[in-house]
């Protein structure tokens, strides 16, 4: 665990969190809401894998595949808990305005629950996958 690179997984996070940002806001535009839900969905997986990929890539050094697994998780993690809170925040003003509020409020908040814990967990497996890929890429670098 002590050789897990922080500032690595901050950048990797933070970079797959702005995409993941970027996505959300994006989809609360309305005529482009449909055609950004798809790129939600896929993001759910592909947004973790790019995190995992890119701790290994902003690790120095050359990166075992434990080491960079569990860094490619808790980037992963990271990206996939932004994604669902944006995903969930998206669901809930979608749904304000078509019913009242209450019913929003309500269906807003357990939405948003659920995308955070599902994002969230699966960020954190699909971050591990980008990580374990990493160390496949650097070596057909050398």
């Not at 940002?21 to 609360?28: H, M, R």
């Not at 290994?56 to 697994?69: L, N, R």
Request: charged fraction near 5%; proline fraction near 3%.
């Amino acid at each position: 665990m002590e050789n897990i690179h922080m500032q690595s997984v901050i950048k990797a996070g933070a970079a797959a969190a702005g995409v993941a940002i970027l996505l959300g806001l994006v989809s609360l535009i309305p005529f482009l809401g449909q055609v950004v839900a798809i790129c939600l969905v896929c993001g759910g997986f592909l947004i973790p894998v790019g995190a995992g990929i890119a701790y290994g890539y902003f690790a120095p050094g050359e990166e075992d595949m434990t080491t960079s697994a569990i860094g490619g998780a808790l980037s992963g993690g990271a990206s996939g808990l932004i994604l669902g809170v944006f995903s969930g925040l998206s669901s809930a003003v979608g749904t304000a305005f078509s019913s009242n509020i209450g019913d929003a409020l309500a269906s807003g908040t357990a939405a948003t629950l659920l995308c955070v814990c599902g994002f969230g967990l699966s960020g954190l497996v699909f971050g591990a996958i980008g990580g374990v890929i990493w160390p496949m890429i650097q070596n057909q670098r050398k």
